[in-house]
């Protein structure tokens, strides 16, 4: 197998999906955010995201906390230093990709 | 794909710009300074020295509750009516030392122009041309400094209109440049003592700060104007705070 092929089948599935991905990318230049911010930032609905969310969570790349303002349910959301590091690493490889086709 | 990714952390990174309110405050904090300068400006004193330390003292003071006040005023316009629109988002966390970094910076950056104003005082018999040609240059060079700040921010977060408020601020600097050459420089003699060349100083850094008064106020416009065609678009598209289901 090309180095091009290797890195490619070394990308990370959990991240590679293009809505997951964009939630990664999101929560990897804030310390933490909400499920609203999410919602409007990635255009996708609210039980897609729900899902991409525990996708993500069950991976061990995202941490949720729920808490409330004042008498509304809050829910935020953190990239945990896993999900940091699979993200980073996610960048490396596509970088990798990119170049060995030039 | 690493363009689609660098997009979306702009747009992450810009968020705090999204409703325009932090332009509206530095805006106002901007017409504000540039009042006082020009408040000050026409109150000329004998010793420039005294003039310059009142004016810098009471701009220190003005920028120290300005900030504090717009903050304060931030924080709440935002947890009020940001938040419940478009969401919540919390800045990375920085170490003490970025924080002590930031500090310096943001100190140097608001006290540039006025510790270039006493420098240049106090070089008179070295720098009369520098010192008589100031009120060109000066609104010139922090026009270009304001608008590489400007543009770079904008290119950081992947707001395109901070690129023309840069455009703007650039021509801003220009056209005051221009302008104060047109009005003619002060001709400062050939053997100067400092008793006779003191008012001569005293009018080209009272100039420069009518200079700098002008850039302030224009780009404080500027910036006002911005946050509000930007807090009309955000209302729009955000008429209604959201609420999430328990």
Redesign the interface.
């Known amino acids: 197998m090309s180095g091009s092929l290797q890195n490619l089948s070394d990308l990370d599935r959990v991240i590679h999906e293009p809505a997951r991905l964009t939630l990664v990318a999101l929560l990897s230049s804030v310390e933490s955010t909400d499920f609203l911010f999410l919602l409007k930032e990635s255009g996708l609905t609210k039980g897609n995201l729900s899902v991409h969310l525990s996708r993500l969570e069950e991976a061990g790349y995202i941490k949720t906390e729920k808490t409330f303002r004042g008498k509304i349910p809050h829910t935020e959301y953190r990239l945990t230093p896993k999900g940091k590091s699979a993200f980073d690493q996610y960048r490396k490889s596509l970088g990798l990709i990119f170049d060995g086709k030039k | 794909?690493?363009v689609q990714?660098d997009s979306?952390?702009k747009?992450?990174?810009g968020?705090w710009f999204v409703d325009g309110f932090i332009e509206m405050a530095a805006g106002g904090l901007f017409a504000l300074l540039a009042v006082l300068l020009l408040i000050s400006g026409n109150t000329s004193q004998a010793s420039s020295t005294s003039w310059l330390l009142s004016v810098a003292g009471e701009i220190s003071i003005a920028k120290f509750v300005g900030i504090l006040a717009a903050v304060l005023i931030l924080w709440w316009l935002k947890d009020h009516f940001t938040?419940p629109r478009?969401?919540?988002?919390?800045?990375?966390?920085i170490t003490g030392t970025q924080i002590l970094i930031m500090f310096r910076n943001a100190i140097l950056f608001l006290l540039l122009p006025i510790i270039g104003l006493l420098a240049a005082s106090l070089l008179i018999v070295s720098t009369s041309n520098v010192l008589s040609s100031m009120p060109v240059w000066f609104p010139i060079g922090l026009g270009v400094m304001w608008a590489i700040l400007c543009v770079l921010a904008g290119e950081w977060m992947g707001l395109r209109r901070f690129r023309l408020m840069g455009v703007l601020i650039l021509l801003a600097g220009l056209a005051i440049g221009f302008w104060q050459l047109a009005l003619g420089l002060p001709t400062f003699p050939a053997n100067i003592r400092p008793g006779i060349l003191q008012p001569l100083v005293l009018e080209s850094i009272n100039r420069s700060l009518i200079s700098l008064s002008w850039l302030t106020l224009i780009t404080g416009v500027i910036l006002i104007i911005s946050g509000i065609v930007t807090f009309i678009r955000y209302r729009r598209e955000n008429p209604t705070p959201?609420?999430?289901?328990?």
């Open positions: 794909m690493n990714i979306t952390l747009r992450a990174r968020y938040y478009t969401g919540l988002v919390r800045g990375k966390r959201y609420m999430e289901e328990a």
